[in-house]
Structure formats: structure tokens, C-alpha cells
């Protein structure tokens, strides 16, 4: 990110981007809900080159005690890079920016669980990044809130999640790597469908008020789809429990 400089084309005499998507066109997503048996909800998500798999447990004891909270749940989320999911081999264990991810995913979910449901208790969120290719942080909030789901934890709504940005003076939704690298704005965002509130937003970069009106469109309809898509994967989830059950 920050405009460096690079020989890159970012679009072409068509219009189109590296990887020949339009600028406001995803890459490909898959999602499964319920991949981990020993975890008490679990999701693992594909955007683009992204590979992310999420884990639940809870709601539980809170640990350690002091940060119990006598009127609600709280969410301890905790986002990890593997060591193979980048380029460069990632020093393993906790950096700043593993730190501010985790913080944000979590204050994410809060907004969406009914936390006063469980006083005291700890609703612990792992989320591992396999691979990594840009808006990871997304794909983890977007693993999570459907791991939560499919941990039976109540909730107002699921949680879609996506970025958006800015590459050669064109507003682009969901930046690939190179895009994130060289591009002149990053803006990861959330949504709760339902309510239509943001619930997490923030921005690397610059934008005019007009190009980030356009992204804010871009990107509110482009959780809309992945909301579709967390919403199938655990309709597949369910369906695949009842035929069991039947049998
Ligand atoms: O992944 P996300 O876009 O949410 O966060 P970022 O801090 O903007 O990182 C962008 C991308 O840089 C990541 O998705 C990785 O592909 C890459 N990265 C890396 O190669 N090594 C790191 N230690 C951190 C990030």
C-alpha cells in the first residue's frame, strides 16, 4: 500500500485488472461451515488466494478470571499468520499488526452477539491464516461470524466482510496482493446486513469524498454477496446434520 512505485499496470486499455476482473468484481469465494470436530463451531473460507480457517469455543469460563465481565460475554478473538502464508517466512507468534487484527475482529462480533446472554463467560474466536493474498483480516471476520453461527451462539445477524480501494486512479473492490502493495487506498469494511450498520471500517491510504462514496457502494453490495454466501454455506452445514439424523 502507499503508492509505491512500480511498472505495473493496474488496468488496462479495457478496463479490466490483473487478473482480468472488473473493478468492481470479486474473486472467487468458497466457504464451509463445520470443518473442525473438535472445535464447538468452525469455518474455513477461500477469497481469491486467501485461505482461512476460523474456530469457536464457547461460551465458556472466562480465563484468566480478572477479565470477566458480570453483565456479558466477552469475545476473545485471536488472529494468527501461519509461518507459510506469506511470501517470506512470518516470524511465528503475536506482532503489532496480529494485535490490532484480533482487537478489531472481536469489537466486530460484539456488535452482532448477544453477549448479556452469558455474564461472565468467554466466547474464544481462533482464526488461522493458511494462506495469505490481501484482505485477510475480511476473510477471518468472515470465517468467524459463520463459525459463531455454526457454534449455535446466538446472534442478531452474521458478519460479511470485504475491502475495498483504490489502484491508478480507479475505485477497486477486493485488492489481490499487488493491488494492496502498490495501490493508493485499502479500506476493509463490515456490515450486519440486517441493520445495515458498519462495524468495522478503516482506511490506509487517500480517497476524494466522492471516490469513497463510490467504494462505500462498491463494498455494501459486495457484502451482500458474501453474505449469500455464509448464509448457503451453513444451510449446506444443516442440511448434511438432518440427513444424517434421518439415517
Ligand atoms: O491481509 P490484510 O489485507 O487484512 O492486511 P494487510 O496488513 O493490509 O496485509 C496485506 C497483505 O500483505 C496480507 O494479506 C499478506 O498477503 C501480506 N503480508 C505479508 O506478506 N507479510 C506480513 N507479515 C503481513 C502481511
Do not use: W
Not at 481469491?48 to 465481565?69: D, F, M, S, T
Not at 466466547?123 to 468467524?144: H, K, M, P, S
Not at 463510490?214 to 454466501?229: N, S
Amino acid at each position: 500500500m502507499g503508492g509505491m512505485e512500480t511498472d505495473i499496470k493496474f488496468i488496462d486499455e479495457n478496463g479490466l485488472r490483473i487478473d482480468g476482473r472488473k473493478p468492481d468484481q470479486l474473486r472467487p469465494i468458497k466457504i464451509e461451515a463445520g470443518v473442525l470436530n473438535n472445535a464447538d463451531g468452525s469455518a474455513y473460507v477461500e477469497m481469491g488466494k486467501n485461505k482461512v480457517l476460523a474456530a469457536v469455543y464457547g461460551p465458556r469460563e472466562c480465563h484468566p478470571r480478572h477479565l470477566q465481565n458480570p453483565a456479558k460475554a466477552i469475545i476473545q478473538c485471536k488472529y494468527n499468520m501461519m509461518s507459510f502464508s506469506v511470501g517470506d517466512r512470518k516470524r511465528p507468534g503475536p506482532d503489532r499488526r496480529s494485535v490490532e487484527i484480533s482487537k478489531i475482529i472481536a469489537e466486530a462480533l460484539d456488535n452482532v452477539v448477544f453477549t448479556e446472554n452469558f455474564p461472565r463467560a468467554s466466547i474464544d474466536v481462533y482464526i488461522e491464516i493458511l494462506q495469505a493474498n490481501a484482505g485477510t483480516r475480511c476473510a477471518g471476520l468472515t470465517a468467524a461470524a459463520v463459525a459463531l453461527a455454526d457454534a449455535g451462539i446466538p446472534m442478531k445477524d452474521l458478519v460479511p466482510a470485504i475491502a475495498v480501494g483504490k489502484v491508478a486512479d480507479t475505485v477497486v473492490l477486493d485488492l489481490d496482493k499487488e493491488e494492496d502493495n502498490f495501490g493508493q487506498a485499502d479500506v476493509p469494511m463490515a456490515i450486519v446486513p440486517r441493520t445495515g450498520e458498519i462495524v468495522l471500517l478503516q482506511m490506509d491510504g487517500h480517497l476524494t469524498t466522492e471516490e469513497f462514496d463510490q467504494a462505500m457502494e462498491i463494498g455494501m453490495k459486495a457484502c451482500m454477496e458474501v453474505y449469500e454466501i455464509q448464509k448457503d454455506a451453513l444451510k449446506r452445514r444443516y442440511a448434511v446434520d438432518a440427513a444424517i439424523e434421518e439415517e
